[in-house]
Structures are given as C-alpha cells and as structure tokens.
Nanobody, 114 residues
C-alpha cells in the first residue's frame, strides 16, 4: 500500500558530500517516523538516522556531526545530507518508513573512494 522511492546515491571522493532523498507514496494517511539504514558488503544492516513525526532526529554515533536528517511532511519526503564522507560510509542505504508496520526502499548505493 506504501511505496518508497530513493535517489541521490553515487560515487564520491573522501571528504565530499551527497544528499539522499526518499519519497513515500500510495496509502499514506498520517505523518510517520522515517529514517535511513545502511549495509556494507558482508555486514549487517545498521541504523544511520531516524526522524519522528514532530521532527526530532536521532543518529548513530559514527555519523554525528557529519550527517543531517530532515523531512518535508507535505511531500512525505525524508532527506539525508552527508558531509565529510569517509570510505567507511560505503554501502547500500535503505529508506525506512513506519505506518502500522515497517516499509523499506529498494536501496541506493553510496561509494566513497580514498
């Protein structure tokens, strides 16, 4: 009933920036928590950042001070501004959306070269 479309991934040099976007569509009937997870090759998915319906953000320790999550409720869209990127940030980034249960985007690849 809900679809998530991600964009903004790519290849960037260490120290550079990327901005990810995720738009929810379909049967969206309220303002919902949203966020981002990532998965590196051979690793488990880990939480990167979340944002509540009221705009309160939470970050994993490794990205604090470098990443910023934000949302536009009128468009049901969440963003992740990633600055000072490191090779350790490389992975597939998945958009997360909660409405009664969890929805996931298809993922967008982020590659940070040394």
């Amino acid at each position: 009933q809900v679809q998530l479309v991600e964009s903004g991934g790519g290849v960037v040099q260490a120290g550079g920036s990327l901005r990810l976007s995720c738009a929810a569509s379909g049967n969206v009937f309220s303002i919902n928590p949203m966020g981002w997870y990532r998965q590196a090759p051979g690793e488990q998915r880990e939480l990167v950042a979340t944002i509540t319906s009221s705009g309160s953000p939470t970050y994993t320790n490794s990205v604090k001070g470098r990443f910023t999550i934000s949302r536009e409720n009128g468009k049901n869209t969440v963003y992740l501004q990633m600055n000072s990127l490191k090779p350790e940030d490389t992975g597939v980034y998945y958009c997360w959306f909660r409405q009664n249960y969890d929805y996931w985007g298809q993922g967008t690849q982020v590659t940070v070269s040394s």
